[in-house]
């Protein structure tokens, strides 16, 4: 038997309609798989596979100008952030690593790819 069950009833030899038996999900599955992973919820709360992301990046949106951001590149692997590109300096990167940790289903964030225009100024003067 499947999700789609049929439960035929016979009475005094005749065989009436088939009748649909419904499918109780809440039985079926552990309460933990009806509802989507935290890195999966959208900007309105809807199934979305890079939600987490667009989350982050709705967040960096709000406490940075575009011209900070251009630069900077939010992907999602999992509940990991990774951010990649370059930013301002070192104190708006680890303002950038506090804010994407506050964000729900924030597991870890990567910048190991994300380098600093105050840092890579310094190589060039020196």
Known sequence: MGIYQKQSLVCAGTLDQAVSLEFEWAT???AWFQTPPPERIG???EYDYYGLQKRVEAV???HFSLAELEHLTVSQRGRVVILQGVVRDLAMLKTLVDLANQVEGTYRVE???VSCEADSALF???
């Open 124 to 126: 060039l003067a020196g």
């Open 111 to 113: 910048t190991c790819w």
């Open 43 to 45: 900007l309105n709360g």
């Open 28 to 30: 079926a599955f552990p």
């Open 60 to 62: 960096f949106g709000r």
